[in-house]
Every structure is written in C-alpha cells, then in structure tokens.
C-alpha cells in the first residue's frame, strides 16, 4: 500500500519538496551574508529593482520571495497536492480496485497521509526554522535616540505564520482539509474551492483572533498625556523598538476597564497670536510664558478626560520571550484539527463504495 501511495503520488511529492528545498537554500544564503551589512534593516516587501540591485538588496529579495511563498504554501499544498491525492483515485474509481485487496480502509488512508502528507509538512517546518534564522539578524537597527532596537517584532505578520514549528503544522492541516472535502465532494474542483474558503477561517481567521488570548499579557499603565496622544502626529503605541507584540492601548477608568471618551470636546481653543513674543518680554519670558500655556492646556485636556471616567492609559503586551511558548501553543491547536479533520476524513473513506 506504501508503495501504491508512492507510485501515484511521487510527481507532486517530488516537486513540493524540491521547490521547499529551493526556498530553504535561497533563505541559508540570505542569511549567510546578512552579517556583511550589519546597518541594514530587512522588512517583508523589500525587494530589488532595476534602479536598486547592489548590496543587501539581493539578500533582502531572497528572504522577501521565500517568506511570501512560505506564507502562500500551505494553501497551495491544500488546494494542488492535498486535495489530487485523494481526488485522483477517488473521481477515477481506482480505489476501488485498492479496497477490494487485502488492504484495509484505514490503511489506504493513512498510507497517503505518511508518503505525501507528512513529508512536505516535515520540510516546511524546516523551511520556518530556517526562515527565522535567516531572519533574526535583520532586525537589528538603531532608534532616533541611537540605542539598539528591532525593526520588528517575531510576532509580526507574516514572520510568526512562516517562522518556527508552527508552518508544518498549518501546512498539515491545509493539506488535511483539501483531502477531507475531495472524499466529501468527489469533485476535485469544488474541493479546490472550498479549500480556499476554509482556509479563510482556519487557520487564518482563527489564529488571528485566538492568537492574542494564549496567555496573560504584561500590561502596563501610563500617565493620560491626553493632549499629547490627540495631537495632530500622536505616539503610535503599537509600534515597538524593543521587540514586544502590543495587542491592545487606550484609556481604562480606575477599574483598569477601557474607557472611550469624547476627545474632541476636550480639546483647547488657541488664540491667534498668542504664541508671538510681546513687546515688554525677552526670548527667555518668552519661552516660559509658552511652556506655562501648554502646560496649562494639557492640564485642562487631561481634567476633561477626568470628567468622563478616565483614569490613565494601559499598554498590554506581550514579550519576544513568549514567542517559542505561543509557537508551541499554535501547533498544538493545528495539530488537533489535524487530528479532527483526519478523523472525518477517514470517516468519508468508510463510507466510500
């Protein structure tokens, strides 16, 4: 039954592990020679052009094309291998000459998922662990205060969907869907599709939702600054220097629950002129009389805000230390659909004719 796997299957399994294998090689390199540019900063898109084809742009391509391919995978491996595996013999009515033989039901359908399942999930765990190697050095830049910072968080998309162990599991579990709708449908057309519609939701939508609530994030409390978080370029406080992933910020009353309140009420009325400098004053009067007025407008902004319930400004985030414990959590999740959609799978092969 191995063999028969084999036999009608080595063609897709054979170029789903050379074209990884290509991927894999293409993003050893880029991180073999990330460490001749130590002041470059990659970040997924970048790319080369006709007008920019020298030093770490190259590098800079590779791990771009090999981490949206990475991140495409798992949906094509569902649609293109995993629902033909099924399909091809399924449409044709050759499992019917397996199922007559001494093979069992079971065994035909765990023989497919061990030559072509596996292997390609095997490898693509191995494309993320290399992907996040290769990119691990790439993050290192300089802030405006010219202190060390990351360019990005590990928990940035895409780079958690293709770093690490968590790639081979959703391409497992991609490739367990196509299979289960080409046994439902016994068309591998409308299995192809609906594929992709599911794919939506799982594991993307899913993981996107879940994600966040894995553990308890660090949360921390800030001063209201209200006029200074309204101003017309506010602080982003989603965008980090030092790795972390923040999932949420924004006002929360003495309770620490959030708290949205009218802003635009609160905000000052200026004076024309008021900020040119007077006759009988020096520069140094001046720049006193301006800090002591915009001192008192953010004191008044921040009263407004007090009125309506506010009481700081929480930051919740996760630290780069919890990133291998939300990849292992991630996994674990794909591969107990894994383990459900097989069993409908093999459900579906029961009541094959």
């Not at 592990?17 to 880029?30: K, Q, R, S």
């Not at 017309?232 to 629950?257: K, L, M, Q």
């Not at 007090?306 to 700081?312: A, M, T």
Request: charged share 20%.
């Amino acid at each position: 039954m191995i063999w028969s796997a084999w036999r009608l299957n080595r063609v897709p399994l054979l170029l789903s592990l050379t074209f990884i294998a290509i991927l894999i090689v293409a993003a050893l390199t880029a991180g073999i020679y990330i460490p001749d540019y130590p002041k470059w900063t990659w970040s997924f898109g970048g790319i080369c052009s006709r007008w920019n084809d020298v030093g770490p742009c190259r590098p800079e391509t590779a791990l771009t094309l090999s981490t949206l391919f990475a991140l495409l995978l798992p949906l094509l491996f569902g649609m293109f291998v995993g629902v033909p595996t099924f399909a091809r013999e399924v449409d044709s009515q050759m499992h019917v000459l397996s199922l007559t033989q001494s093979t069992t039901r079971v065994q035909w359908y765990f023989a497919r998922i061990a030559v072509v399942f596996l292997p390609i999930s095997g490898a693509m765990t191995c494309l993320g662990l290399t992907l996040h190697w290769a990119a691990g050095p790439s993050r290192d830049s300089m802030s405006t205060s010219g202190k060390p910072s990351f360019a990005f968080s590990l928990f940035d998309f895409p780079h958690f969907e293709t770093a690490g162990v968590v790639l081979g599991a959703y391409t497992l579990v991609v490739m367990l869907i196509g299979s289960t709708l080409a046994l439902m449908f016994r068309n591998g057309t409308m299995a192809m599709l609906a594929t992709l519609f599911v794919f939506l939701f799982v594991p993307v939508a899913f993981t996107w939702i879940a994600r966040e609530h894995y553990g308890t994030p660090t949360v921390r409390s800030e001063a209201i600054d209200g006029l200074y978080r309204e101003s017309e370029y506010p602080p982003n406080p989603y965008y980090t220097t030092d790795g972390t992933w923040v999932i949420d910020a924004g006002y929360v009353d003495a309770s620490g629950a959030t708290v949205r309140p009218e802003t635009t009420r609160c905000r000052p009325q200026y004076q024309d002129g008021s900020g040119e400098k007077r006759a009988d004053e020096s520069d140094e009067q001046r720049a006193e009389r301006a800090r002591l007025d915009r001192k008192n407008r953010a004191d008044r902004f921040d009263a407004c805000l007090l009125d309506q319930g506010v009481d700081g400004f929480d930051i919740r985030y996760y630290t780069e230390a919890d990133f291998w414990r939300f990849q292992a959590i991630e996994t674990g999740l794909m591969l107990t659909f894994s383990v459900a959609i097989g069993a409908i799978g093999l459900l579906q092969v029961r009541r094959l004719s």
